[in-house]
């Protein structure tokens, strides 16, 4: 089969990532016979450079045109210091969120075996961790209305849910749990918050439909705690855009594996993947930066959107492999070992398919 | 001196763990020459029983002529099941903090050397960790505009701040900073909210004010993972009502010493003084609960309400002495070791003050 990828590399260590995910991808589709077209675009910090605008409508209609998009990256620190300025990188990613109709952000935390002892938490409060969030990420106060009164005063923000917004996320959140454990929870704060109780009870009234399902409904300030204290408790979490920022960004240290955990955002019109880590521009062009996580959102994309589980396998089992035989870069070194570049790890894995 | 104290003690443990704290005070004020006057109120769902509402208006006046309140804790079962339920244990708990004007919770997260292997972090991790929050109490999202339109469909909920509730939280934070190491962390969203940029702004114009603090600026996701990850980095973190809602959670289970953990609110009228624990319905009536954190409750309200501050020592080094001999309740016991009835911990400390 023939498979378009939208590349879009980013900032920061973006470039350098994404191309040993590229070399893996390519390495993969010739074993398995499959074509690949790489159509490169601008995002970021990058295309406000290049072209003055963080998300290019030349991007866009790369990505709508593409099988999946493939993602590093964004964000650079030239533009840290005043959240208020009128072009920064992370619009780019809001306005490719809401016009490719990316509604689900698919984070997954789980462990490996071999870096467990990298968590900061104890290994019996870890070990077995294997969860989901899905965060919905095209609505809520992200996106809501906005601005300030009273002369700059006073300032708003709204944050706004409607049933069918929560129903599609939701449907995805059954859906993931029935392939799963088959337990849902359901993340609000029902006893303060309008939107929270829309989500509840649209929950509640789809629990019908999957009678197999268990859910539990907890509250964001409960499922915070609980995350640190009994991680291995969960199976997939549904939740709305600013809980699921803040969850999945703390669930993502839990195991240990931070550097290593791939990311999908689906929806409407194609689907994007990703690894959580950001930019880290301290790194950028010293080819030290960690590759796995991008290598494993690259198998996401050939198994769910592309259908091709047995390829995605065969990716997951090398970067198994080289963890486990220490072929890794130095954020992964164990005190005295032999640490790997960023091009040498792509090239082992690709050497070892 | 003579000081009266609201005493409201709420539901589910709340009785049990309030009885304990006014045994340690008693004691306190005879061996200090004090005269404590108790005023206890109804609050919560034994007030809803009693009299239909949560928070009665009889309740607030007692509040408003005491020098301080000391709180324990609020929450039936039977009200669990329907966060959409017309009368409500937390209604009364928002209303209060509203109408006593009690704008900052100030909620400390510190390790006791005897308790650390409780937590679920690595010893390494959280070895000194002494952090307090000042979360925003009376506005942002919780108090804002919410409802329903398009008959239902959609719901909203607004969040609002002026830049003078900004200002005398931030005020706060930079008098405590001021007191202990001169670090202070606003905690925000100033990517993506409009109500953080007001935040940033205000407190980026309060910095010449306290020359000596050194402020961080820092998303609350980032904020999320370091919590985990070096939660002895921080010092003083200030931040708006929801993040204070889950990030303090969050930093309660860090320490290991969640039991243990005292909160104050303080605020225009009054200060309230509270464990940060729950009512803890499964154990009410069992006389087993742990009654420290209010105990150590009662000593922030000696040293910041009355200014007492030998008292507030002599509270905490008997406490320190109960732990390191070993008169814990069961959820602190070490295996094989003897436990103790909560009334049982409190005659100790009376005993040995
Ligand atoms: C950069 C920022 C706008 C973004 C978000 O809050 O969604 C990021 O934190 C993320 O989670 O992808
Ligand atoms: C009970 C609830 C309304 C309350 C809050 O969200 O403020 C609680 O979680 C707290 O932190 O005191």
């Excluded at 990058?46 to 099988?67: L, R």
């Excluded at 549904?238 to 290593?260: H, K, P, Q, R, Y």
């Excluded at 959107?305 to 164990?334: C, H, M, P, Y």
Aim: aromatic share 8%.
């Amino acid at each position: 089969m023939k498979y378009t990828i939208a590349l879009l590399a980013g900032d920061g260590i973006g470039p350098e990532v994404i191309n040993e995910a590229v070399k893996v991808s390519d390495a993969i589709a010739k074993k398995f016979n499959h074509e690949i077209i790489w159509t490169p675009a601008l995002t970021g910090a990058c295309a406000i450079d290049a072209v003055g605008v963080p998300y290019p409508d030349e991007t866009h209609e790369i990505c709508m045109k593409a099988d999946a998009v493939l993602f590093g990256a964004v964000g650079h620190p030239k533009f840290d210091n005043d959240p208020s300025a009128p072009v920064r990188p992370e619009q780019g990613l809001l306005l490719m969120r809401k016009k490719l109709g990316l509604f689900a952000n698919v984070r997954p935390t789980f462990t490996f075996p071999s870096l467990i002892d990298n968590s900061p938490l104890k290994r019996e409060r870890i070990e077995g961790t294997d969860l989901v969030f899905l965060r919905e990420l095209t609505g809520g106060i992200y996106f809501g209305e906005k601005g300030r009164l009273d002369g700059g005063e006073t300032a708003y923000d709204t944050c706004t849910y409607t049933r069918v917004e929560v129903q599609r996320l939701a449907k995805k959140g059954f859906e993931l749990a029935m392939t799963r454990t088959k337990k849902l929870c359901c993340v609000d704060k029902a006893n303060v918050l309008e939107t929270s109780r829309l989500w509840r009870e649209t929950v509640q009234a789809m629990e019908k439909d999957y009678p197999e399902v268990t859910v539990s409904y907890e509250f964001v300030d409960a499922v915070a705690m609980r995350l640190v204290q009994w991680p291995n408790s969960y199976d997939v979490l549904i939740t709305e855009n600013l809980f699921g920022d803040i969850l999945t960004d703390e669930a993502s240290v839990i195991s240990g594996s931070m550097g290593l955990m791939p990311s999908a955002s689906v929806g409407e019109h194609t689907s994007l993947y990703e690894p959580i880590h950001g930019s880290y521009p301290q790194a950028t062009g010293l080819n030290i930066a960690n590759p796995l996580a991008t290598v494993l959102s690259a198998a996401m994309m050939f198994e769910d959107a592309f259908g091709l589980k047995e390829e995605a396998e065969a990716i997951r089992a090398v970067v198994n492999k080289s963890l486990e035989q220490g072929i890794v870069t130095e954020d992964l070194a164990t005190k005295d070992a032999k640490t790997y570049k960023t091009s040498e790890v792509g090239d082992w894995l690709v050497a070892n398919l």
